[in-house]
């Protein structure tokens, strides 16, 4: 099993900046797949960012140049940074763990452990 923890939300006016952070324990070794998705109210969970363990990363359109996915191995641990806050970024923020199949898989289902979210708020 894998435990996640993820701290840094919070609330921020647009063009502002926040990183999250996403702690793993446990079997980290199968973590080859570490991602950020988001879900607004009244709207399905969405990919933002992946970052393979090779440090290989995707993104969402809707964030590409705005924000940037990490991870640091040896720490167990993966980042957002968020920069250009927009309104339209407010959600709860997850991050997950999955398997690397060889492409980057932008589907909640492919991911078997996740954290239990942290707010971002962005007043325009």
């Known amino acids: 099993q894998v435990q996640l923890v993820e701290s840094g939300g919070g609330l921020v006016q647009a063009g502002g900046s926040l990183r999250l952070s996403c702690a793993a324990s446990?079997?980290?070794?199968?973590?080859?797949?570490m991602g950020w998705f988001r879900q607004a109210p009244g709207k399905e969970r969405e990919f933002v960012a992946i970052?393979?363990?090779?440090?290989?990363?995707y993104y969402s359109d809707s964030v590409k140049g705005r924000f940037t996915i990490s991870r640091d191995n040896a720490k167990s641990t993966e980042y957002l940074q968020m920069n250009s806050l927009k309104p339209d970024d407010t959600a709860v923020y997850y991050c997950?763990?999955?398997?690397?199949?060889?492409?980057?898989?932008?589907?909640?289902?492919?991911?078997?452990?996740w954290g239990q979210g942290t707010q971002v708020t962005v007043s325009s």
């Open positions: 997950a763990a999955g398997p690397d199949l060889g492409y980057f898989n932008v589907s909640p289902s492919h991911y078997s452990y």
């Open positions: 446990g079997r980290t070794f199968t973590m080859d797949l």
């Open positions: 970052v393979a363990r090779n440090g290989r990363t």
